[in-house]
T-cell receptor, first 115, second 114 residues
Framework: EPEVTQTPSHQVTQMGQEVILRCVPI?????FYWYRQILGQKVEFLVSFYNNEISEKSEIFDDQFSVERPDGSNFTLKIRSTKLEDSAMYFC?????????????FGPGTRLTVL | DQQVKQNSPSLSVQEGRISILNCDYT??????FLWYKKYPAEGPTFLISISSIKDKNEDGRFTVFLNKSAKHLSLHIVPSQPGDSAVYFCAARTIDQGAQKLVFGQGTRLTINP
């Protein structure tokens, strides 16, 4: 069964450093997403991406964040200068389409720890 | 901004009995609702969904009920099995905001006791 994969599973970084979280969405999917879950809190939408453009982003997704699809398979989330409050579980997801009935499939997540 | 709320952080149920997980929402523009299940160290896994034009959707042991007037939905699992122990998230989408963004509740940790 096809699945979304994410690397690394755990990333530890110093405050102020740049991090890149990587995702490989399901191959025939066209829509890609990043969500995050701070420990003990709800899963929050960050950004959606389609046709090499951001289609929607939340207020969390400020100038420190960027997304890219550098090749035909990877989808990345970059945080330019990490802050302590960026520590969270980051989930990548993908879907075939944008309609409500198009289920979003989630990856296992990357745990980001900012020291 | 608590558009989707799951008021019970945890629920414990005997194996074989019915598990009922509840979810309330405030945004009347939501027109599609989903339940996701999450095990530790894994991402959320889609379980079942319901469109706002329906009031019930059933898939095997899982049934989701939607009461639009009360802005309330529930997930019934019957009979409950030990493998159902996980965190369950209610999520909602709206076409008005773009049919691409899921708004999640806080989750309910379900424990099935043998």
């Amino acid at each position: 069964e096809p699945e979304v994969t994410q690397t690394p599973s755990h990333q530890v970084t110093q405050m102020g450093q740049e991090v890149i979280l990587r995702c490989v969405p399901i191959s025939n999917h066209l829509y890609f997403y990043w969500y995050r879950q701070i420990l003990g809190q709800k899963v929050e939408f960050l950004v959606s991406f389609y046709n090499n453009e951001i289609s929607e982003k939340s207020e969390i997704f400020d100038d420190q964040f960027s997304v890219e699809r550098p090749d035909g398979s990877n989808f990345t989330l970059k945080i330019r200068s990490t802050k302590l409050e960026d520590s969270a579980m980051y989930f990548c997801a993908s879907s075939e389409g944008a309609w409500s009935y198009n289920e979003q499939f989630f990856g296992p997540g990357t745990r980001l720890t900012v020291l | 901004d608590q558009q989707v709320k799951q008021n019970s952080p945890s629920l414990s149920v005997q194996e074989g009995r019915i598990s009922i997980l509840n979810c309330d929402y405030t945004n009347s523009m939501f027109d599609y609702f989903l339940w996701y299940k999450k095990y530790p160290a894994e991402g959320p896994t889609f379980l079942i969904s319901i469109s706002s034009i329906k009031d019930k959707n059933e898939d095997g042991r899982f049934t989701v009920f939607l009461n639009k007037s009360a802005k309330h939905l529930s997930l019934h699992i019957v009979p409950s099995q030990p493998g159902d122990s996980a965190v369950y998230f209610c999520a909602a989408r709206t076409i008005d905001q773009g049919a691409q963004k899921l708004v999640f509740g806080q989750g309910t940790r379900l424990t099935i006791n043998p």
